[in-house]
């Protein structure tokens, strides 16, 4: 920190990313030493299956899309492997999380949730719960039936309005992912919903319109739940947003330890790569910065805040992927 500046932590702006910001990992662009957040414990372990989709969404923090490959297909193999790493070093990871892409594109993932639920864990899938899903009903039932509520699945619906959904993810794409989300509701599965603030209501308003629907649709999910109807800010990371000090955790009252890459990683396989490697965080597959090498054991660094998505989802959005 500078001698004559005093501790910031401005709040979030609409103008652009000014360009000084989030360069040096040490310090910010005002010379106040950067925050970092140091892994306490792999609670959760994100399992990326690949960056292809059956959507072309205007804004996808990860690209992806039915032709980006640019994070290949991760095989049952190489996912059981890092569980197998997780349960050699006795670590108190829990949650197995799997995301993509749409995690149902990649054909491995039956097999993947059922190395994940034999091995004691509780997998949760994030998904459109579109036609990809739909091709593996028989299997997701067989699993439903033995596991139970262990096997979570996490159903998109950006807004509680075809409109506002649809803008973000094409048209026609509002019904399939309904008609998925109550297949899996009149099945008994556990399931949650993750919305979006493209609308820029508040979240009173937010969580309000989804009780309507899920009332109007005969859902027993409850919209106050923020396990079970998980609202997540925007990400742009062309916006201004503050950068994160070491200051910031004492003038928002949050403490590093609340962050999600305090308690999570991600393993991603990149095309061309020989082997998948870890990453730091869901949000930040493709930074090369939040690489952290090819093992668990190798990943438990400390993270620096040197990117917007850390300000503006985790600090101040205060969102995570996990459960927990």
């Not at 992806?64 to 994070?71: E, G, V, Y």
């Not at 006795?90 to 149902?104: A, K, M, N, Q, Y």
């Not at 807004?159 to 899996?184: F, I, K, N, S």
């Amino acid at each position: 920190m500078t001698a004559s500046a005093a501790p910031s932590c401005p709040t979030v702006a609409t103008t652009p990313l000014d360009p000084a910001k989030f360069r040096d990992p040490a310090v910010t662009a005002r010379g106040e030493r950067r925050a970092s957040v140091t892994l306490t414990a792999l609670r959760t372990l994100w399992l990326n299956t690949g960056t292809l989709c059956n959507l072309t969404c205007t804004n996808c923090y990860i690209e992806s899309n039915p032709r980006n490959d640019a994070l290949v297909y991760l095989t049952r193999a190489e996912a059981k492997a890092y569980l197998e790493e997780i349960a050699t070093a006795g670590w108190p990871t829990r949650e197995i999380g799997l995301t993509g892409g749409e995690p149902f594109m990649n054909r491995d993932v039956p097999g993947i949730l059922a190395d994940i639920l034999e091995g004691g864990f509780r997998a949760l899938v994030l998904t459109n719960a579109m036609r990809p899903m739909q091709r593996h009903r028989a299997a997701l039932l067989r699993l439903r039936e033995r596991y139970g509520a262990r096997l979570s699945l996490r159903v998109s619906l950006d807004h509680y309005g075809r409109d506002v959904h649809e803008a973000e993810r094409g048209p026609g794409a509002w019904e399939p992912a309904l008609r998925g989300l109550l297949w899996l509701a009149a099945n008994g599965f556990d399931i949650s919903v993750a919305g979006r603030g493209l609308s820029g209501e508040g979240e009173d308003r937010l969580r309000a319109g989804y009780a309507r629907l899920f009332a109007e649709q005969g859902l027993g999910i409850d919209a106050a739940d923020p396990a079970r109807l998980v609202l997540f800010p925007e990400m742009d990371a062309r916006r201004d947003v503050p950068e994160i000090t070491e200051a910031c955790w004492g003038i928002l009252g949050k403490s590093p330890d609340q962050m999600m890459c305090a308690g999570s990683r991600m393993v991603v396989k990149r095309k061309g790569a020989e082997r998948p490697t870890v990453v730091a965080c869901t949000l930040l597959p493709h930074d090369p910065r939040f690489d952290l090498g090819p093992t668990l054991a190798g990943a438990h660094g400390p993270v620096v805040l040197n990117h917007p998505h850390c300000a503006r989802f985790c600090v101040l959005g205060g969102a995570s992927c996990s459960t927990g």
